[in-house]
C-alpha cells in the first residue's frame, strides 16, 4: 500500500502516479521513498515491459519539497536536507537504468528535480498545458539531481545551457522543439497517446530493449572498441531468448513476430 503514489496496470504497461495534488507532487522524502520502492517492484515484474510515470492533480512534479527543510538547517548554509538528497539522487539513478522502456506522462508542471526524473525516462510525452522549467539558477543554485549529466544527453548541450542558465519557464512547444520533450497532445489525448506508444514498446523483445537501453546509456563512458565487446556480450544473452527464436522464425516465415518478453 501507498499513500503518496498510485499504480495502475494496463495489460504489460505499467503506471506510478505521483498523488500529493495539495503539494503539486513535490518530492518530499515520503514520496520519494515510495517511488523508489515502486519502481523496484516494477523492475522485478516479469510481467510487467514497459512503464509510465506520472503525476495526479494537474502538475507531474514541482520538484523538492522544500518546505520539509524549514528548520533543519541552522546558520546561513541553505542546503537541503541531508538525507532527501540521498534518496532523490537515488531514485532518479534508478529511474534511468530501469531494466525496461520508461515514459514520463507530463501533464502540467514538470519543475527541478521532478523534471530531472522525467529527463531521467527513456521518452516524454507532454500535455499541450504542460510547462517546464529548470528552477535552480533562479534561487541562485545550480542542478543537483543529475540534469546537468542529463539535459545535454536529452537536448543537447547548447540548448541545455540556455534552459539552465536563463531558469526560463518553456511551454510544450518550446520544450518540443529544443528536444526536452518527445512527443505533445492536446491534453484530453495524453493518456491513450502515451499508452499506445507504451503498448507498442511493451509488445517488443523486453531483454533485448532492455540491452539496447543499457548498452546506449553506458555508451558515452566507452570508446567504440569497448562498446563493440559489450554489444557482442548482450547479443550472446538475446541469443539464448524465446524472443529470438521467435524473431527468427518469424523472419523465415515472412510473418509478424508475437514476442513474450522472455
Not at 524549514?70 to 537515488?90: Q, Y
Not at 529511474?95 to 530531472?116: E, R, Y
Not at 555508451?219 to 550472446?236: N, Y
Amino acid at each position: 500500500m501507498y499513500t503518496y503514489i498510485e499504480t495502475e496496470r494496463h495489460g504489460a504497461v505499467g503506471v506510478i502516479a505521483l498523488n500529493r495534488p495539495e503539494a503539486r507532487n513535490a518530492l518530499g522524502m515520503g514520496l520519494t521513498l515510495e517511488l523508489r520502492r515502486a519502481i523496484k517492484e516494477a523492475a522485478a515484474d516479469a510481467g510487467l515491459r514497459a512503464l509510465i510515470l506520472t503525476g495526479r492533480g494537474g502538475a507531474f512534479s514541482a520538484g523538492a519539497d522544500i518546505k520539509e527543510w524549514a528548520g533543519k538547517v541552522e546558520g546561513v548554509d541553505p542546503w537541503p536536507d541531508r538525507n532527501w538528497v540521498e534518496e532523490s539522487l537515488k531514485l532518479i539513478q534508478e529511474v534511468h537504468a530501469f531494466p525496461k522502456p520508461t515514459l514520463a506522462m507530463i501533464d502540467g508542471a514538470a519543475v527541478g528535480a521532478g523534471l530531472d526524473m522525467a529527463l531521467a525516462c527513456d521518452f516524454r510525452y507532454a500535455s499541450d498545458r504542460s510547462k517546464f522549467i529548470c528552477s535552480y539558477t533562479n534561487v541562485g543554485y545550480s542542478p543537483d539531481c543529475g540534469g546537468t549529466w542529463l539535459m545535454p544527453r536529452v537536448m543537447g548541450l547548447e540548448a541545455a545551457k540556455r534552459f539552465a542558465f536563463t531558469g526560463a519557464l518553456w511551454n510544450a512547444q518550446t520544450a518540443l522543439e529544443n528536444r526536452l520533450v518527445s512527443h505533445v497532445s492536446p491534453q484530453a489525448e495524453l493518456l491513450s497517446e502515451t499508452l499506445a506508444f507504451a503498448r507498442q514498446l511493451a509488445a517488443g523483445p523486453t531483454v533485448a530493449i532492455g540491452l539496447a537501453k543499457k548498452l546506449m546509456n553506458a555508451s558515452f563512458a566507452r570508446s567504440l572498441a569497448e562498446q563493440q565487446i559489450e554489444e557482442v556480450a548482450a547479443g550472446h544473452i538475446c541469443a539464448a531468448t524465446k524472443d529470438h527464436a521467435e524473431g527468427l522464425a518469424a523472419a523465415n516465415e515472412r510473418r509478424a513476430p508475437s514476442f513474450i518478453g522472455a
